[in-house]
Each structure stands twice: as C-alpha cells, then as structure tokens.
Nanobody, 122 residues
Framework: QVQLVESGGGSVQPGGSLRLSCAAS????????MSWYRQAPGKERELVAA?????????KYVDSVKGRFTISRDNGKNMVYLQMNSLKPEDTAVYYC??????????????WGQGTQVTVSS
C-alpha cells in the first residue's frame, strides 16, 4: 500500500524558511518521479515542484517559486524534500507530497499524502 507522509509545515514570517519532508513507503521509491503540490483556500491545487526518479534527477518548478524553493530526494531513505526560502504570504497553503505514475512527470501523479499546512504571516 502506497503511503506518503508529509511533515515540516508550520507558521513562519515573510522572508523565513521551512523544509518540508515526505516519507514514502509501499512502492519502489527510486523508480518514480515525486512532486509537491499545494492548495490555498479557494484555489485549485497546483504543482509546485517535481523531480524525476534518478538520484540528482531533473527538476521543474512553477514560476512563482523559482529561485526560492528546491526539491530534492534521497532514494536510500525513501524521502523527498522541499526547501522553501524567502517565503511570501502567497505561499500559504496546504502542501502535498505526490508520487509519479512513472519515472518522469510526463504521465502525471497518482497518489497524494494528507498534506501539511504552511502559513506565512507577519
């Protein structure tokens, strides 16, 4: 059974940093792309960042977080991370870890965790 468990969310002031973690189990982690989505109140869920299956794999980001967020993975620990720097109030959302349908992001993502709340406010 695929399980994705996010952690690391919280409240932070604008300009601050948070590191989200996602512990994956129940599948061959190293073979699948992973990503982070977010959903703000009243808005649709959006893809924030994605990483292909290989260690040190290719990454992509939504334009609004480029240069501020970094996605990474540790295939030995079945973990994926999202380092978020220079946080802005508009980054406030529930952040979800998700598993790709294959090793790239071309086939989309098929499983999501329960999410972790990130609130950026002064």
């Amino acid at each position: 059974q695929v399980q994705l468990v996010e952690s690391g969310g919280g409240s932070v002031q604008p300009g601050g940093s948070l590191r989200l973690s996602c512990a994956a189990s129940g599948f061959w982690f190293a073979r699948y792309a992973m990503s982070w989505y977010r959903q703000a109140p009243g808005k649709e869920r959006e893809l924030v960042a994605a990483i292909t299956s290989a260690a040190g794999g290719a990454t992509k980001y939504v334009d609004s977080v480029k240069g501020r967020f970094t996605i990474s993975r540790d295939n030995g620990k079945n973990m994926v991370y999202l380092q978020m720097n220079s946080l802005k109030p508009e980054d406030t959302a529930v952040y979800y870890c998700s598993k790709g349908s294959d090793g790239t992001w071309l086939q989309g993502f098929d499983t999501w965790g329960q999410g972790t709340q990130v609130t950026v406010s002064s």
